[in-house]
């Protein structure tokens, strides 16, 4: 699927079975196991947009599992829907299944995802009745919508904003070792700053970008 809004690896596979060229922050372990993954899957006839369902659908279910504060086992299923949320790209382009609809679908999914973890979260602090963690997750509701957002308005008007040191899957690793720390104090409370900070720096990093790119125009 083409990516237009989504903050994920582009993962490009020239012919099946022939070397993949990895344009995304991937460690070679990841890119391994994204590669091995894939080429399994494309033997059967799951569907990239399948695995777009499923990844949004386990997104769905680490969210009950902050809500009933289960929050260790919440952090582990949060880092497999990214990965899922990596795969179905990879798939579609590897069986040569990429459609317009499935990039919209897919960024759709991901904004749905990455809500759905946000809105766990809230309700836990809600119970603890924390004040700063209701805050926080406010915010980074607002400033990872807004990372998102930046590019798709300027790829929409024809401009390049692939910029942004903190997208979406920082921000899923981050959240993710949250919930696994969750036991050490304020650990969750840490991350969600980090993600409030970082997004914003990302936001404004991408208007400076396009703002550069209208000037030269």
Request: hydrophobic residues 55%; glycine residues 6%.
């Amino acid at each position: 699927m083409d990516r237009v809004a989504s903050e994920k690896q582009q993962l490009v596979i020239k012919s099946p079975g022939i070397r993949n060229v990895l344009t995304y922050r991937l460690t070679p372990l990841a890119a391994r196991l994204t590669q091995v993954v894939v080429r399994l899957l494309a033997r059967t006839s799951i569907t990239p947009g399948a695995i777009t369902w499923l990844g949004f659908l386990i997104a769905v279910g680490a969210m009950v599992l902050i809500i009933t504060e289960h929050l260790f086992a919440a952090g582990f299923v949060v880092l497999v829907a990214g990965f899922f949320d990596m795969l179905d790209g990879a798939l579609a382009r590897h069986t040569n299944q990429t459609t317009r609809f499935g990039a919209v679908l897919d960024s759709v999914l991901d904004r749905f995802s990455e809500s759905a973890l946000l809105i766990g979260i809230l309700v836990f602090f809600v119970r603890e009745m924390s004040f700063t963690g209701i805050l926080l997750v406010g915010v980074a509701l607002i400033g990872s919508f807004s990372v998102s957002y930046v590019r798709a308005r300027a790829e929409a008007l024809g401009m390049e904003c692939e910029v942004g040191f903190f997208t979406r899957p920082e921000r899923v690793v981050v959240l993710a070792l949250g919930l696994i720390l969750s036991q050490i104090a304020y650990a969750l409370v840490i991350a969600l700053a980090i993600v409030v900070v970082l997004s914003f720096v990302s936001v404004v990093q991408r208007l400076v970008h396009v703002w550069q790119q209208t000037k030269v125009k």
